[in-house]
């Protein structure tokens, strides 16, 4: 498995913007695909955010994050990214990324190597 290590996290207001990063170790980081995910509160099932396909040219996202969150890697840094603009309280979440090699890419169970989480906290 890949390791991953989420950061970039932090306390912004309302319209405002982080970016997170995604650094990958262990395992050839071109060979998996990506996704973000969000978990709102402890207990809380851990919800889609978007997937960038390996090569980088494929994305997709949730409807409640599209044309504000876009995602990028890089291969040649083993990072992925997650821009985040106009944020909205209700993106207030700790964010993960997670890898995978196939399978339907909202899924949590189709990643099996996750990150430890980074908090996003969006005052109103």
């Known amino acids: 498995q890949v390791q991953l290590v989420e950061s970039g996290g932090g306390l912004v207001q309302a319209g405002g913007s982080l970016r997170l990063s995604c650094t990958a170790s262990g395992r050839t980081f071109s060979d998996y695909h990506m996704g973000w995910f969000r978990q709102q509160a402890p207990g809380k099932e851990r919800e889609f955010v978007g997937y960038i396909r390996q090569s980088g040219d494929v994305t997709y996202y949730a409807d409640s994050v599209k044309g504000r969150f876009t995602i990028s890697r890089d291969n040649a840094k083993n990072t992925m990214y997650l821009q985040m603009n106009s944020l909205k309280p209700e993106d207030t979440a700790v964010y993960y990324c997670?890898?995978?090699?196939?399978?339907?890419?909202?899924?949590?169970?189709?990643?099996?190597?996750w990150g430890q989480g980074t908090q996003v906290t969006v005052s109103s």
């Open positions: 997670a890898a995978h090699r196939g399978g339907p890419i909202s899924y949590s169970p189709t990643y099996d190597s």
